[in-house]
């Protein structure tokens, strides 16, 4: 299954990997060249394909736990200044996505979406310590019965050009449903209240709907 985020380019790229495999065969009368040149393409073709791919992972949501919103490295564990919104210091939990993790954002948990804005910025590398308030960025607040107000923050990195956000002030959202997309590499922050006992550690793989960050 591939996400609807990728369907045009998915659909592109078959287009232009066709006519590049077929024109080789026409054009290039050398073998070796002509499979070099058509095994470059179709390894392009399969790096676009993963990268949009979407795995069915059903979840029952639970309201007493926080679920690792996307697939990737947990990168950071530690208390920061928060200053969009709570403005005061919370918990910071960063995953990193290289660009061969799936790059769906799922809501880690349920409620109701107090706050979602867009933030133009640059493209620093996604692991940089300022990334997570200079880079183009959507900073999203859910309000969540048991936890109080979560947010999460998706944060594009060198390669990332379009950042896609579902989320809207008003809106019930389900943990586990598609939160969003960031095209070609990114890191997404999560801000827990101090104190917070996390379940993940520092490089820690975390994978979306299925590594359990927080539970009560």
């Keep these: ?27 290039i009368a050398t073998p070796w060249l002509r499979m070099i040149i058509q095994s470059i393409v179709l390894i392009l073709l399969i790096l676009v394909l993963q990268f949009f791919r979407n795995p069915e992972r059903s979840i ?8 690792a919103p996307v697939d990737g490295k947990v990168v950071v564990i530690e208390e920061v200044y928060e200053p969009e919104y709570f403005k005061d210091k919370r918990l910071m939990v960063s995953i990193f996505m290289s660009p061969i ?16 804005k867009y933030h133009p910025g640059k493209y620093l590398v996604a692991w940089h310590p300022k990334a997570s308030e200079e880079n183009e960025r959507t900073s999203v607040v859910i309000e969540n019965p048991v936890f109080g107000e979560i947010m ?4 594009a990195g060198a390669l990332a050009r379009r950042i896609v956000n579902y989320a809207e002030v008003g809106q019930s959202v389900e943990q ?21 006992d996390v379940e993940v550690v520092l490089q820690q793989k975390a994978i979306g709907n299925i590594t359990q960050i927080v539970g009560k």
């Design 60 to 67: 029952t949501p639970n309201d007493n736990t926080i679920i």
């Design 176 to 196: 586990g449903d598609d939160a969003g997309f960031i095209k070609f590499g990114s890191r997404v922050d999560l801000y827990l209240p101090l104190g917070t």
């Design 101 to 116: 993790n799936v790059h769906v954002t799922r809501y880690a948990l349920s409620g109701i979406v107090k706050y979602s």
């Design 152 to 155: 999460y923050r998706q944060i």
């Design 1 to 27: 299954m591939f996400h609807k985020e990728g369907t045009k380019i998915i659909f592109y790229s078959l287009v232009v990997a066709t006519i590049l495999i077929v024109a080789a065969d026409f054009f």
